[in-house]
């Protein structure tokens, strides 16, 4: 066999190898996390029935092949995008759920109003879409149900604290409050009304019932 036969097999393999690593690269974590947001964008600017395995694939500038690569099955897709919303808002939830002193009602109301973690997921729109999915699509349902009782729980140890004689209630009552504010955002400003002056509506009734009474691990 000839030297430069030899050379060509060589280019050839390191060719290979190279194309190898390139798909590997492209297969790994962080291209995951971009479909997933592509995903949110679909479903926040678009609407939840706008995504599909074909739309998610052209969205993200692959082929529906390569989509499959990464989730195999709707179901799957839907699962990682379950893990990726809680994602960001575990982050958020960190301090409340571990620090020995919470946040005060009204502070934490704050937080869930202005919902920091969902500035990445578009939730203003996103919100009220996953609502809607959770209606038809099962695994997204686990993903309402887990955000609504971790703000549930935190809620109800800050009203423990304040010595509310009806925590559970009260904290139903607040968080629905809460969550209508969210997910009616667009029917309320054709009222002509912002959503901060809401915001500030729903702590001011906070401040009215509970006044600025410090929680009793402070």
């Known amino acids: 066999m000839s030297i430069k036969s030899n050379a060509g097999k060589s280019n050839r393999s390191n060719q290979t190898q190279e194309k190898h690593v390139k798909r590997k690269k492209q297969a790994g ?3 995951k996390q971009q479909i997933l947001q592509q995903a949110v964008e679909i479903i926040a600017a678009e609407g939840y029935g706008k995504l599909s395995m074909r739309a998610l694939a052209r969205a993200s500038g692959i082929t ?9 099955t709707w179901e799957d897709m839907l699962r990682a995008l379950n893990v990726y919303i809680l ?10 759920v571990h620090e020995d ?6 502070v934490f109301m704050r937080l869930v109003l202005e919902d920091a973690p969902g500035s990445a997921l578009q939730s203003g729109n996103l919100l009220p879409q996953l609502y809607a999915m959770a209606q038809v699509e099962p695994i997204m349902e686990e993903l309402q149900a887990e955000i609504f009782d971790t703000y549930i729980n935190v809620l109800e140890k800050a009203l423990a604290d304040l010595q509310s004689e009806t925590p559970r209630a009260e904290v139903l009552a607040i968080m629905l409050m809460l969550r209508g504010s969210r997910l009616l955002r667009g029917e309320i400003q054709k009222w002509g009304v ?18 600025n009474r410090k929680n009793n691990s402070s």
């Open 29 to 31: 974590p962080d291209r």
């Open 64 to 72: 529906l092949g390569a989509l499959q690569y990464h989730f195999s």
């Open 87 to 96: 994602d960001h808002y575990a982050q958020s939830w960190a301090p409340m």
């Open 101 to 106: 002193r919470p946040p005060t009602l009204q």
């Open 194 to 211: 912002e959503a901060d002056e809401i915001y500030d509506a729903i702590i001011g009734m906070a401040d009215a019932k509970y006044g």
